[in-house]
């Protein structure tokens, strides 16, 4: 079976809040991402900053553990054969040729390189589409587009090179 380490995991869960501290911040984009979003720093005092940082952890482990198959090329292996007898079972053809696979190609396409060019190519593909399609129906500029994209495409090429690197 494919092992998880689930320290990697979490720890990839952590790089969205990090990559948001610098990316909106003041000396990057805060101001043009608040005329943008038609944000003031007012309305943005008066969120619940520690409800706001546990919801975006408890988000971010979702997107770590759905960026998992993404970028972890020998997951598609386990999807196909999830429902065959024995599986969990190292004894049984299943699990034999599980074992096989894993010791033959469990470690192809297993870098930081290769996670973050499926990372980025995930953002380019799912968040930019999600950006765009809500900031049409919003009125949002190019410019608010432009800018949660650029984020997520460095968010998620990081998330998506610790993923395939170590977990």
Known sequence: MQKINFLYVAL???IPIAVGFVWYSKPLFADAWMRAAEVSEEKLKSGNMALILILTLVLSLMLSVSLMPIVIHQFG???VLANETGIDD???EAGKFIAGFMEKYGSNFRTFKHGSFHGVIASLFFALPLIG???MFERRSF???AIHTGY????LGLMGGVICAFV
Do not use: D, H, M, R
Request: net charge positive; glycine share 6%.
């Open 12 to 14: 990839a869960s952590l």
């Open 77 to 79: 292996v386990f999807g």
């Open 90 to 92: 190292p004894n049984s």
């Open 133 to 135: 399609i809500n900031a």
């Open 143 to 145: 410019k608010y587009v």
């Open 152 to 155: 997520w495409l460095i968010t």
